[in-house]
Each structure stands twice: as structure tokens, then as C-alpha cells.
């Protein structure tokens, strides 16, 4: 089976930065996505990683080890409107290409 | 953009009755699915369509049923909905994928179900 592991909650001050930790065990890993979910809306993609390596989408960026089974989404420059969860999923190839298995999110607020 | 559209935001009803809930994509996706989100739990699958008339059990499949007649629709029924099936309800889409792909599923914006 697959076990994802995310803080539960983060903290951080508008204008810095912050990095959110999501760590995995499968044994058939093939890609790990992020999404941002305000409250009370729909989960939302932000990053696709399946190579070793940081991908950068202007203020946010995603990491991924396969050798430690870790990734991290960073954001910079926060905003208030980055108040949100952020959910990490990772694709397994064991349960199938089609579906993703989640982890239980990080809620970020971002305070003035 | 894919637009995933759910019947309803939020929705009471009471044990023992049959539940509906309905999703409509509009972007030819062939594979559907059905999360519930719950506080501490995460998104969890319930049911999972990878084309018309076809479906597999999720994580939790217990107490629900599906119905996908036409692609761009999927069903969730709660046969006798129970108290414990309070919760948010997601539907998701997605393009049909080999591995290594980076197609995302795009979800609904999540119905509110209260049982009471």
C-alpha cells in the first residue's frame, strides 16, 4: 500500500517564504502531484514531478527525491490568497496509472 | 478549461434515504471518480470509472453504488444513507493515462452532504 505523510498545519508571514514537506512509501511510484484547495472550493493542480528535481512555475516550485521518497512545494513571496490546504498526491503503478492516492493536506495561513 | 460540475453545493436529507449525487465533465475525459473529504482523513476514493458502464471499487466503497450511462456523467448513490456518511462529497476527471503521465484530474467544486 502506499502511505503519504504532510504536517498538518503551517504558519507563515506574507512576503516570506515557506516550504511544505510531503513525504511517501509505494513500491511502484510513478509521479507525485500538488494541489491547492481554498476552503469550501474544489482541489486545484499546481505541479507534476516525476523526475529527481525542482520544477518552478513562477512563485511556486516542487521537489522531488525518488531515492528518499520526499517531496516539498515551495512558495514564495506568500500572499493572503496562498491561505489554503495543499494536498500531496503520488500515483502508484501497483494500483493502476489512473488513479492518485492522497495525503491528508497541509492548511498554510498566512498572516499580515 | 475542463469544467466539472456538480449537481448540488450542499444538500440535507435523512437516514435511510436514497441519495443521489451528480457529476457532469465537460471535456470528453474518460476516466471519473468519486472522494469523500473528511477533517484529518484527506481525500479518499470511493469509486472509479475508466469508461461508460465501467467502474471499480475505491478505498471505501461500502454503503455506496455508481452509475456511468454516458461518459460525460457519473452518479454516486448512497443505497440508505446513514449519519456516518456526513461528509464532502468530490467528483474528479481525468484524460486516460499510461504511466509517467502528467495529466491531472480537475475536480467539482464538492457537495456538502448532511445526513441527518
Known amino acids: 500500500g502506499q502511505n503519504i505523510d504532510q504536517p498538518t498545519e503551517m504558519t507563515a508571514t506574507e512576503g516570506a517564504i515557506v516550504q511544505i514537506n510531503c513525504t511517501y512509501q509505494?513500491?511502484?511510484?510513478?509521479?507525485l502531484f500538488w494541489y491547492q484547495q481554498h476552503a469550501g472550493e474544489a482541489p486545484t493542480f499546481l505541479s507534476y514531478n516525476v523526475l529527481d528535481g525542482l520544477e518552478e512555475k513562477g512563485r511556486f516550485s516542487s521537489f522531488l527525491s525518488r531515492s528518499k521518497g520526499y517531496s516539498y512545494l515551495l512558495l514564495k513571496e506568500l500572499q493572503m490568497k496562498d491561505s489554503a490546504s495543499y494536498l500531496c498526491a503520488v500515483r502508484d503503478r501497483d494500483t493502476g496509472f489512473q488513479k492518485l492516492v492522497f495525503g491528508t493536506g497541509t492548511r498554510l495561513l498566512v498572516s499580515p | 478549461d475542463v469544467k466539472v460540475t456538480q449537481s448540488s453545493r450542499y444538500l440535507v436529507k435523512r437516514t435511510g434515504e436514497k441519495v443521489f449525487l451528480e457529476c457532469v465533465q465537460d471535456m470528453d475525459h474518460e476516466n471519473m471518480f468519486w472522494y469523500r473529504q473528511d477533517p484529518g482523513l484527506g481525500l479518499r476514493l470511493i469509486y472509479f470509472s475508466y469508461d461508460v458502464k465501467m467502474k471499480e471499487k475505491g478505498d471505501i466503497p461500502e454503503g455506496y453504488s455508481v452509475s456511468r450511462e454516458k461518459k460525460e456523467r457519473f452518479s454516486l448513490i448512497l443505497e440508505s444513507a446513514s449519519t456516518n456518511q456526513t461528509s464532502m462529497y468530490l467528483c474528479?476527471?481525468?484524460?486516460?493515462?499510461?504511466?509517467?503521465?502528467?495529466?491531472?484530474?480537475?475536480f467539482g467544486d464538492g457537495t456538502r452532504l448532511s445526513i441527518l
Open positions: 474528479a476527471s481525468s484524460l486516460s493515462q499510461g504511466g509517467y503521465s502528467n495529466q491531472p484530474q480537475h
Open positions: 509505494t513500491s511502484g511510484f510513478n509521479g
